[in-house]
């Protein structure tokens, strides 16, 4: 473990939003710490109960082509113990007062109280009936949720409510919740998105090194496939001189459509913060110092270069429809939501939103 700070009250996190431009005071009520035993040994859990849990993404959801899919997404945990190098959620744990580093890999924010929230928030007389993203920030199904639980109460719940909602994850813990999402998928209420960005196992070894390996993701997806739940395949991120090599885009290409993924969409590397900058150079130059003075010198703007780009589309494109796939939007369609009512109580702005994938 790392310098880590210790703590020792609700004093020493600073509940500022990301999205916001002003502190949120008592968003968070009070923070209790569990230092993590046995399989969780090296993490600490801050146990916090949140006011509200269902956060606005302002300027996304229908009508608003210029944005995200949806609108409202709920994330009970922030910090994700998939550690994931490059992963663009890192400095939401900053707001926290926390670091973006190994504080974000090994202290997880947990929303105690989240199911109970979710289920007060959809009561129809506040709420409209929109489309729930959950994975938009940090992962719900990374290692904890097999201690919480959480995430399997809020699709409880979601379904419970027969509320539309999607899934992003890169974690074959979603395996666990077939049941519930079965009977979702029954009544069109949901979609998931399985999340790899590879299949070379030296690259997903440096730098997701907390994930399930991308052999049982893809496992994962045939057995969503197989329970009728509709699962797409987003390939994020492709790494420039790491994972994007022809072979490589083609393995992940082929690999994602036998699955029988019904969507595929792909996101090359950005790099839009200078913290998740720092931390995915110097995690790389550790695994493949080369790649990682390449990226440096290459990645002068956020984004990749535009020849690098639209390589990387091409070469992945072509690997797809040789395989009988498509390589189109970035996730399958959203369930259709039902008729949008007016919330007679307005929810919360975000606190969240960074799309880690
Ligand atoms: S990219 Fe996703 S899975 Fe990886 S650390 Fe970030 S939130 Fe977790």
Redesign the pocket.
């Known amino acids: 473990m790392s310098s880590r700070t210790p703590l020792t009250g609700s004093a020493q996190l600073r509940w500022e939003l990301a999205d916001e431009p002003a502190p949120q005071g008592a968003l968070f009520e009070g923070v209790r710490r569990e230092v993590g035993t046995g399989e969780f040994r090296g993490m600490e859990f801050l146990h916090v109960e949140a006011k509200r849990v269902l956060n606005e993404v302002k300027g996304s959801g229908p009508g608003n082509p210029g944005g995200l899919p949806f609108r409202w997404t709920v994330n009970p945990y922030r910090g994700?113990s998939?550690?994931?190098s490059y992963?663009f959620?890192r400095p939401t744990h900053t707001y926290l007062g926390l670091d973006a580093g190994t504080d974000f890999d090994q202290r997880v924010v947990v929303k105690v109280n989240a199911v109970e929230r979710l289920r007060a928030e959809l009561h129809p007389a506040r709420w409209a009936g929109e489309l729930v993203a959950m994975g938009t920030n940090?992962?719900p199904y990374?290692r904890c949720e097999g201690k919480y639980r959480l995430t399997r109460g809020l699709v409880r719940t979601l379904l419970e409510a027969g509320n539309p909602f999607s899934i992003l994850t890169?974690s074959t813990l979603i395996l666990r919740d077939l049941d519930l999402l079965g009977e979702a998928a029954r009544r069109g209420l949901v979609r998931v998105s399985l999340s790899i960005g590879t299949v070379d196992e030296a690259v997903w070894r440096a730098t997701?090194p907390g994930?399930p390996p991308p052999a049982r993701r893809l496992r994962a997806v045939e057995q969503l496939r197989a329970a009728g739940v509709p699962c797409g395949v987003l390939i994020a991120p492709i790494l420039p001189g790491v994972s994007d090599g022809d072979d490589q885009l083609a393995a992940v290409g082929r690999a994602v459509v036998e699955a029988g993924a019904i969507s595929v969409g792909h996101v090359v590397l950005h790099l839009r913060h200078q913290e998740v900058r720092d931390i995915y150079l110097e995690r790389l130059a550790t695994t493949f110092p080369e790649a990682a003075v390449d990226t440096a010198s290459r990645y002068v703007g956020r984004t990749a270069p535009k020849a690098d780009r639209e390589r990387i589309a091409a070469t992945l494109r072509a690997a797809i429809e040789a395989a009988g796939g498509h390589l189109g939007a970035m996730e399958p369609p959203l369930p259709e939501a039902p008729a949008v009512r007016t919330p007679a109580v307005e929810p919360p702005s975000a606190d969240q939103l960074a799309l880690?994938?």
């Open positions: 994700c998939h550690a994931c992963c959620a940090t992962d990374q890169k997701e994930t880690p994938l």
